[in-house]
């Protein structure tokens, strides 16, 4: 018998996350389709000796009494891959990998039935086979599982790495869980960008081991998201989360963030089989990437979020309706919110740019925003500017000041009369009738608009 280099048992699991029924006593929503598919090595080199038998009945056997678990779970299918068990070594053969039991529901005795047929004799095609599974799973949106078990590295120059990122980068699968039998330091390094990696150095370990996935995948494992405030407080709340797959970049989940009734951030329940970039939508919204969830653990993620409250108001009561203002980060062109006036609204502290959407437009800079705080920003009420004309024309209105005139506004081209709120100040409106030929005919007036009240000008010969 040949026996392959360094030959080790490695069992990649993608564990499956079950909330158990009393997790949902108060919330009956139905659990998500989970696909599991076992990868298992047939390669010759199985036949090795591993303490009470060999490595291929070792594995065997462990693997019946999972799927004998999993087959009572109602939202689990399962699947069965096998490679290095159709053709003989030598000659290598690198293409020997079949799917021997599609997905499907109960299919534990199937799975048993193939596994006590399959005799190994082949080679080690990873990367191949975890390619080929990929094509297995079906297309409706499931959680999908890959569990590799296998003895050896990669014999046929592929990488699996390679494939098992880009496996998760399509939202094909979730990121495996690795599970090393007599695994050197070496090889862990190696198969850690595969999946998350757990030991077992003898056969009764290897057991425990699969006791501690199972217990994990039923399990509920739980998330605290803590908002910080300036002090490290985690005092910030009231805001949407959206948890997005580091790898997929799929979105899996939406919070809005909220306080128990102890006054601390309330617990989640997240699917441990991922890592998670999450963004805060504040204003700005603030993202942290690549938070790994522990399964089986409560996990806490603290997240910067200082916050504090911006109130824009009038000096009493006032003409204008649905008045709007731009809001943009100090020295930045990008617009972060446009807050209509009379309301509050919340954003990180820091300093603020303000393009308040009136006539003439204003302009309020470095406007801090502290935590825990209302910073309030009032403007003038405008007052009413009337332009009467004898005859339809071209007319625009402009600001005047320091000797310059800065265009405000046309008037409408098609009426006689236009009426136009205008923030207090100095202004002049510079027309011409259509029906006057002659630039010679521009009719110029210089007028003033006071906050509260309205001002008519006659415009004509």
């Keep these: 018998m040949i026996l392959k280099r360094n030959c080790f048992s490695i069992v990649v699991i993608t564990l499956i996350s079950f909330i158990s029924l009393s997790a949902y006593a108060q919330k009956p929503e139905p659990r998500p389709l989970t696909r599991i598919e076992f990868l298992f090595d047939a390669s010759q080199s199985m036949y090795a000796q591993w303490q009470s038998d060999t490595r291929f009945e070792i594995a065997k056997k462990l693997l019946s009494e999972m799927v004998d678990s999993l087959d009572k779970i109602t939202n689990v299918e399962m699947a069965l891959r096998v490679y290095g068990h159709t053709k003989k070594f030598p000659p290598q053969d ?33 990367a191949q086979s975890l390619d080929q599974c990929g094509k297995d799973f079906p297309e409706d949106p499931a959680r999908n599982i890959i569990i590799l078990i296998t003895d050896g590295i990669e014999e046929c120059n ?18 495996p869980f690795v599970i090393g039998l007599g695994l050197s330091k070496d090889y862990k390094d190696v198969f850690n960008c595969v999946g998350n990696y757990f030991d077992a150095t003898d056969e009764a370990t290897f057991r425990t081991v699969f006791s501690v ?37 799929a979105i899996r989940y939406n919070f809005i963030h909220t306080m128990n009734s102890r006054g601390l951030p309330d617990t989640l329940l997240i699917d441990p089989l991922g890592t998670y970039d999450i963004v805060v939508h504040t204003i700005p919204p ?27 108001k009038f000096d009493g009561i006032s003409d204008y309706k649905n008045l ?14 446009v807050q209509p006036f009379n309301t509050t609204t919340r954003y990180l502290t820091g300093n603020y740019d303000l393009e308040v959407l009136c006539l003439p437009r204003m302009i309020i800079e470095d ?41 405000i506004y046309n008037l409408d081209e ?10 207090p100040g100095n202004y002049r409106v510079v027309f011409r009738p259509k029906n006057s030929k002659e630039a010679i005919y521009t009719i110029e007036k210089s007028f003033r608009i006071a906050s509260g009240s309205g001002t008519t000008i006659n415009i004509n010969k």
């Design 94 to 126: 690198c293409d020997d990998t079949r799917l021997e039991v599609p997905f499907g529901k109960n299919t534990a005795y199937q799975i048993k039935k193939r596994l006590s047929e399959i005799k190994p004799s082949g080679t080690t095609p990873i």
């Design 158 to 175: 592929g990488d699996p790495c390679a494939v098992s990122l880009m496996l998760q980068k399509k939202g094909i699968v979730l990121k």
């Design 213 to 249: 996935v199972i217990s994990q995948a039923l399990n509920n494992t739980t998330v605290q998201v803590n908002l910080l405030d300036e002090k490290h407080r985690p005092t910030e709340t009231n805001v949407n989360m959206t948890f997005y797959d580091t790898y997929s970049g």
């Design 286 to 312: 603030v993202r942290k990437d690549s938070n790994k969830i522990v399964a089986g653990k409560h996990n806490t993620i603290g997240i910067d979020c200082p916050q504090g409250d911006l109130y824009l």
């Design 324 to 337: 709007q203002c731009i809001v943009r980060k100090k020295g930045q062109c990008q617009t972060l919110h």
């Design 367 to 407: 406007v801090n925003i502290a935590q825990s705080k209302t910073t309030t920003v009032q403007i003038p009420n405008p007052g009413m500017a009337n332009f009467m004309m004898v005859s339809p024309g071209y007319g625009s209105i402009y600001q005047e000041k320091d000797n310059k005139l800065t265009w």
């Design 414 to 423: 098609n009426a006689t009369r236009d009426n136009v709120l205008l923030q």
